[in-house]
């Protein structure tokens, strides 16, 4: 392989109108891609210094190409048209008056090598192929076709094999022991790691090591011949060697060749036994398959039950004792038995979530007379007639009540009474004098009253309505709702439907609109009018001429605000200060008093015209008696103003 630079390992350098980097090749045999500093113009004074054998630039002072000589130790020019003989420059473009050189655009996109000893460059396709992959960790490069290459993995354990001189290093990385060089599938001798290396016909091999090593076992035990065979056991006597045979003659069904004597025995034809079973009382078991002939012993499995089930398993969770008319009841985590009563009519009460009880007082066990009821002797309950208590009822209606005995409330005169609470009355209770209706009407009617009676009102009602919630009716006999908004008014929709209006801000009103719904709207300021809207208030004053608002100043100086005036009471000398921004028609006004006097100051790009007169940009003027005053109006947005009435007489600057 060529001995090879890429583009990218060329070394870095600053590019100026002096200094370039020129790609080339040495000189030496053989070749090699270097990078060499290569001055491309210079002056004869500014010639590099100090030169090296070669280099090539061109003299701005001579006009010329010229190189240095190594040899002679001087500059040599290049006469024109000179052709460079086995050039061996690299150049971006084909170049007339280098024609030996080569042109990088003439070759295709990829890492240069140079091929021959006279340092002409092509590309190598295995490098480029290579420069276009992209590795990462545990990757290594193979070969898909010809000068073509592509990455696989290569694990860390694939390394450690790589990395082994042989074989034998190799088997020792894997593990493997001797056994990993014979030939498995032929067991001859040479093939058989042997501690001896030799073994003995018909003996049996027995490992040597863990490492596939065998060794001689010696004759295995019973070699020889059968000497005696037991009736019965379906064996047949004869030699037993490596071409023997050992016959079996049958046998009865459901038999087996087996010792079941439980000690040292001839193995004898034994029929199969049973496996057998005995049920308990609440306890089955079925046996599948063929019990008969189950087993080599005869088994009985015996049957029984102990514990007690569980409630989730459908039992008592307890061991009980029966008590005759006694009652089975659950506690909270087993079943239980209430035990029976001699005393006949007790019933069964309820423990309130604890054990029943049975009652202390008996009850009748027949109901007795139609029209019987339960009375108590203060020990029992018996049956007895309700006219034998002394019922006070005659009439049907009445209603049985009492005051300081039992009493009569005889039945209401007219239909539609109801029953009332009456502290008034002997029994506190009374019918009531307006009567309400005996059926209940459409859905959503209330109940009302004509003055005598409760009626059932026309209209209908929701069956609720939400908090704050206007009631009004929005179609015949039917009462809707309206939700109220957050600081808004009840207005009417031009069809005359209640709404609300939006919510309303400092200082809003409603507004009326021809055949439309009325608007939350504020107030809007025309000219020379200021609206300052407040929390339930609306102020309105002029901000024309002649509305300014006064202030005393009292200090030496002071900015002034659009449509304001200033009465100057300071002693020494008070500046005003226009501000930078005033809109056509605001309005400034000072009036002198203290003894100092004022100046009102512009700002830059301001000035203001008196009569003929004006101020410079950023001038000002400036009273020359106490009393002096001036009132100025802008009439240029920010920029120019003029004096609409003055005092006395006034310094322009």
Not at 117 to 145: E, K
Not at 349 to 356: D, E, K, R, T, V
Not at 371 to 399: E, M, Q, R
Not at 554 to 572: E, H, L, R
Request: a neutral charge.
């Amino acid at each position: 392989m060529v001995n090879t630079k890429k583009f990218s390992e060329f070394a870095a350098g600053s590019l100026t109108t002096t200094t370039k980097k020129m790609a080339g090749i040495s000189n030496t045999a053989g070749g090699e891609n270097i990078i060499m500093d290569f001055t491309v113009e210079w002056t004869t004074a500014g010639r590099p210094s100090p030169p090296y054998d070669g280099l090539l630039g061109y003299n701005t002072d001579l006009k010329q190409y010229e190189y240095y000589d190594g040899s002679s130790l001087s500059w040599v020019q290049l006469a024109d048209n000179a052709v460079f003989v086995n050039a061996k420059f690299i150049v971006q473009q084909p170049n007339a008056s280098l024609p030996a050189a080569q042109a990088l655009s003439a070759l295709s996109t990829g890492i240069l090598k140079s091929t021959t000893t006279t340092g002409v460059l092509s590309i190598s396709a295995p490098l480029t192929s290579i420069d276009g992959l992209t590795t990462s960790a545990d990757l290594m490069l193979y070969t898909t076709a010809s000068n073509v290459y592509a990455t696989t993995s290569l694990t860390a354990f694939a390394r450690t094999l790589l990395d082994d001189a042989n074989a034998a290093a190799m088997r020792t990385t894997l593990g493997l022991g001797q056994a990993a060089v014979k030939n498995v599938t032929d067991n001859t001798k040479a093939n058989v790691a042997s501690v001896t290396g030799a073994f003995t016909i018909n003996n049996v091999l027995l490992a040597a090591d863990a490492n596939g090593t065998v060794k001689d076992g010696g004759s295995p035990a019973g070699m020889g011949t059968v000497l005696e065979v037991d009736t019965g056991t379906g064996l047949t006597g004869g030699p037993i060697t490596t071409t023997g045979t050992i016959s079996f003659a049958t046998i009865a069904a459901n038999s087996i060749w087996v010792n079941n004597t439980g000690g040292a025995a001839v193995p004898a034809v034994n029929a199969l036994a049973a496996l057998t079973k005995a049920d308990d009382t609440n306890v089955t078991l079925t046996l599948g398959g063929t019990p008969a002939t189950a087993l080599i012993n005869a088994v009985s499995l015996t049957l029984g039950w102990t514990g007690q089930l569980a409630l989730t398993r459908g039992g008592t969770n307890a061991s009980l004792v029966a008590s005759n008319g006694g009652i089975v009841y659950s506690t909270a985590t087993a079943m239980a038995i209430l035990s029976g009563t001699a005393t006949a009519g007790q019933i069964l009460q309820s423990g309130s979530s604890a054990a029943p009880t049975w009652s202390t007082a008996t009850y009748p066990a027949t109901a007795g007379t139609s029209g019987n009821i339960l009375t108590s002797d203060g020990t029992n309950w018996t049956s007895v007639s309700a006219a034998g208590v002394g019922s006070p009822l005659t009439t049907k209606g009445d209603l049985y009540t009492f005051s300081t005995v039992n009493a009569r409330l005889a039945v209401g005169s007219t239909n539609g009474q109801i029953l009332q609470v009456n502290s008034g009355a002997a029994t506190g209770l009374a019918w009531s004098t307006a009567t309400f209706p005996v059926t209940a009407t459409g859905t959503g009617t209330i109940l009302r009253a004509d003055g005598t009676n409760w009626l059932a009102s026309t209209s209908t009602f929701a069956d609720t309505y939400g908090a704050s919630t206007i009631l009004y009716s929005n179609g015949a006999n039917t009462i809707t709702g309206l939700a109220t908004a957050n600081s808004s008014v009840l207005v009417t929709t031009s069809a005359g439907v209640p709404v609300q209006s939006g919510t309303m801000t400092n200082g809003q009103l409603i507004v009326g609109s021809t055949g439309a719904t009325p608007v939350v709207a504020s107030l809007t300021a025309g000219t020379g009018i200021a609206i300052t809207p407040g929390a339930g208030s609306i102020s309105i004053a002029s901000t024309g001429v002649g509305s300014l608002v006064w202030n005393d100043v009292s200090g030496t100086s002071q900015a002034a605000a659009v449509n304001n005036g200033y009465i100057i009471s300071n002693a020494g000398l008070t500046t005003v200060t226009i501000p930078a921004t005033a809109a056509v028609g605001s309005v400034f006004a000072i009036a002198g008093k203290g003894a100092g006097g004022w100046v009102l100051q512009m700002n830059t790009g301001q000035v203001c015209h008196l009569n003929s007169s004006a101020t410079s940009s950023a001038g000002s003027l400036a009273s020359t008696n106490q009393w002096n005053a001036v009132q100025i109006v802008c009439v240029t947005a920010n920029t120019t103003f003029t004096v609409m009435n003055s005092s006395g007489s006034l310094t322009v600057a």
